[in-house]
């Protein structure tokens, strides 16, 4: 009964690839992140998605795209993947309540990029 | 350009001690926060988390405080125990800004020690 699971947890590839990362969440909440954490340990926001508006972080490339087929789903996909794409990355979900608002996250998909 | 700062990379606390740890912030902003707690090969787990418009919020052992013009927080462990141990992340809301995610430290390694 997670509450936010990704799949897969490890996922190793070669350059150029293309792959996605699938996300879910069992919390009804409204609105869905992916964050990416680098090898400084860095925890940042790269997407939010609420209601079928998607809010981008400027600094992430186009190769990379949120896709959401229902409310409970945001999946990433990731277009010819390089060696810097190389980082965990992790989907988070929240229900805002007045200015209160905890992200729930999932456990993380460790991507290496050979 | 880090808006939070968790400037100990490292704490090591004696067990049944206190552990404080400290996290400062720029970006005025920022509304509610929160901390994290995360154990390796797992995603970030909420802990505790605080409003501007408080200046403590206390759950069991955990207690945040929140100096807003000084702009920094702490999160008090008392007393600390082994399962403690952990990496723990602050983070930072801004609630007008729209889905805009949270904005993470670096995080601090907690060392609970025997």
């Known amino acids: 009964d997670t509450a936010v699971s990704q799949t897969p947890k490890y996922l190793v590839t070669q350059m150029g690839n293309d792959k996605s990362i699938k996300c879910e969440q069992n919390l009804g909440h409204d609105t869905m992140y992916w964050y990416k954490q680098d090898s400084k340990k860095f925890l940042k926001i790269m997407f939010s998605?609420?209601?079928?508006?998607?809010?981008i972080n400027e600094t992430v490339p186009n190769r990379f795209s949120p896709k959401s087929p229902d409310k409970a789903h945001l999946n990433l996909h990731i277009n010819s993947l390089e060696l810097g794409d190389s980082a965990v990355y992790f989907c988070?979900?929240?229900?805002?309540?007045?200015?209160?608002?905890?992200?729930?996250f999932g456990p993380g998909t460790r991507l290496l990029v050979l | 350009d880090q808006q939070v700062k968790q400037n100990s990379p490292s704490l090591s606390v004696q067990e049944g001690r206190i552990s404080i740890l400290n996290c400062d912030y720029t970006n005025s902003m920022f509304d509610y926060f929160l901390w994290y707690k995360k154990y390796p090969a797992e995603g970030p787990t909420f802990l505790i988390s605080i409003s501007s418009i408080k200046d403590k919020n206390e759950d069991g052992r955990f207690t945040v405080f929140l100096n807003k013009s000084a702009k920094h927080l702490s999160l008090h462990i008392v007393p600390s125990q082994p399962g403690d141990s952990a990496v723990y992340f602050c983070?930072?809301?801004?609630?007008?800004?729209?889905?805009?995610?949270?904005?993470f430290g670096k995080g601090t390694h907690l060392i609970i020690q025997p």
């Open positions: 988070a979900s929240s229900q805002r309540s007045g200015i209160q608002e905890t992200q729930y």
């Open positions: 998605y609420n209601n079928k508006e998607l809010i």
């Open positions: 983070a930072g809301l801004n609630s007008g800004g729209g889905a805009d995610g949270l904005t």
